[in-house]
């Protein structure tokens, strides 16, 4: 089921005009930004389908610069973005791409700071709920219709191991798992899909594991 | 967890509980969270609606692009006059939903109900109807989990994304969901609810999305007011004891397909119905062609 809370239908609180493309886009910001663990120094967004067409009309660059700045989709803040942004020294750049996408709200994120990179692919699926599609250039293979927590950590030995005893420990079940890294020993990535809702305090606790840098969930 | 309406009826005629229980049941399950953690979210959820449908009755709301905002403050006026035909009950609920809608478009903050383009519908029925029931404040919170579990339902079975099932899915379900939390307010029973979503969602189906240069306001803000209107009406219907012919679950499933074969150019591509005319193409020309100038 893709939709498993009462708060995807009344909700989200947000700044107007689209929950697509504007709460959605604000949200994959956010992810990107919490996946990348820092203000950006540079962002260049792709957009596609229906967000190519019709960003200007819905704040669609104002919602993901919004997101990128770690602003919440109730935040009003947002209605600024593009001003903070510069204030704040992050460079946005768009581009309207013709490709066709599989789904029509879709927008292509590549956050930089020195030699730190991180591209997303995120989707805007309707009522404000994302999909991240992509990451870094691999396909992420989540069914989009279960939980999904990302977890970016330090590449060492036990870090796999201690996230699934959390989850093991609350009796979440893991029903899909990648792992990535950039380069050997440096920063990973773990996207985790579980059968169970994984909440707050349970990704704060797996976020003061040691080695954990990051939990981002996608509700 | 309940996947049908018939599911979400049959747990609450069992337990003896309304549906909205049946929600917040499901949400503690569901989340692993308290229930007063839960009530407080959408007590927060229910204050974001009221300051905006205060917003757009009391202040002088207008969108960016200029197409929307001021109808909410012109129907409250006409209210005044005593002339009204349709009675202040309904044209309340109607204003309400407009103000919403116009805050909205103009960037405001609002909560999406299921969506954001189909927000003014819940919210406009609720404070609509606030004058006449005078539902405590638990009772308010309520409804929106009721309006909750029905749209809950349509958005797992078939859609509440305008791009994806036209605007049947959206304003159609707000409408549909607030029928159904209407009837409960006014303490109608869970089958009854369930009558009200489907008379509400019959009349809504084949709904197109045809936005006036892809933006959330012509025709959406009208949509919303009239979903009020309907949702109303509806719950009255079903609180007679009317019965919908075709099961509720039925009626959604009858919206999910007639959503995918609905022709794309009526899902929110702004390429078919009102945003096709000369002035829809006017229109969208005039806003775009200004903003393309300024762009970056």
């Given at each position: ?108 994120l590549v956050l930089e700071k020195g030699d730190e990179k991180l591209e997303v692919v ?76 994984v909440s707050q305090s349970i990704c704060e606790e797996i976020k003061h594991l040691p ?9 | ?296």
């Amino acid at each position: 089921m893709k939709y498993r809370s009462v708060f995807d239908i009344i909700g989200p609180v947000m700044v107007g005009p689209s929950s697509s493309h504007t709460a959605g886009a604000a949200r994959i910001g956010r992810v990107a930004r919490h996946l990348f663990g820092t203000l950006p120094d540079k962002v260049t967004i792709y957009l596609y389908g229906s967000f190519a067409k019709t960003y200007k009309g819905h704040g669609t660059d104002i919602a993901l610069v919004g997101g990128l700045l770690d602003f919440d989709t109730f935040d009003d803040r947002i209605v600024k973005a593009l001003t903070l942004a510069e204030e704040m020294g992050m460079e946005v750049t768009f581009h309207e791409e013709a490709v066709e996408m599989e789904h029509p709200n879709t927008a292509r994120l590549v956050l930089e700071k020195g030699d730190e990179k991180l591209e997303v692919v995120g989707v805007s699926i309707g009522g404000g709920k994302i999909e991240i599609t992509e990451l870094n250039g691999y396909t992420l293979r989540l069914s989009g219709n279960q939980p999904a927590i990302f977890v970016v950590h330090r590449d060492q030995y036990g870090a796999i191991a201690k996230v699934a005893d959390v989850l093991a420990k609350h009796e979440i079940n893991i029903s899909y798992m990648e792992v990535s890294r950039r380069a050997k020993g440096r920063t990973a990535l773990m996207v985790i899909e579980t059968d169970q809702t994984v909440s707050q305090s349970i990704c704060e606790e797996i976020k003061h594991l040691p080695g954990m840098l990051n939990v981002v969930t996608l509700d | 967890m309940f996947r049908t309406v018939a599911e979400l009826l049959q747990i609450a005629e069992t337990e003896k509980i309304p549906i909205s229980e049946v929600m917040i049941r499901m949400e503690i399950e569901e989340s692993g969270r308290s229930r007063e953690d839960i009530m407080e979210q959408m007590g927060r959820n229910l204050e974001v609606m009221e300051k905006a449908v205060e917003r757009g009755i009391n202040e002088n709301i207008r969108s960016r692009s200029g197409l929307t905002g001021g109808d909410a403050k012109l129907i409250q006026k006409y209210m005044e006059s005593g002339k009204t035909l349709s009675g202040d009950t309904l044209l309340d609920a109607v204003s309400k939903a407009v103000s919403t809608n116009e805050v909205n478009a103009a960037m405001g903050k609002i909560c999406a109900t299921p969506t954001a383009g189909s927000a003014g519908v819940v919210p406009g029925v609720l404070f609509g109807l606030k004058p006449k029931l005078n539902p405590s404040r638990e009772a308010m919170i309520r409804f929106l989990f009721t309006a909750g579990a029905f749209g809950f339902v349509v958005a797992n079975n078939a859609s509440i994304s305008g791009a994806a099932g036209g605007c049947q899915a959206e304003v159609g379900s707000a409408t549909g969901m607030a029928a159904a939390a209407a009837v409960e307010m006014a303490g109608g029973t869970p089958e009854q609810s369930a009558h009200a979503m489907a008379i509400a969602l019959k009349n809504m189906l084949g709904l197109i999305c045809d936005p006036v240069a892809g933006l959330v306001e012509v025709p959406c803000v009208m949509r919303n007011a009239m979903g009020a209107a309907q949702a109303i009406v509806a719950a009255d219907i079903a609180l007679a004891g009317v019965k919908s012919v075709i099961p509720c679950d039925e009626v959604i499933e009858a919206m999910h397909v007639v959503g995918r074969r609905m022709p794309t150019i009526y899902k929110e591509t702004a390429e078919g119905g009102l945003a096709a005319t000369p002035t829809g193409r006017r229109l969208a020309e005039k806003i775009f062609g200004s903003q393309t100038s300024s762009g970056r």
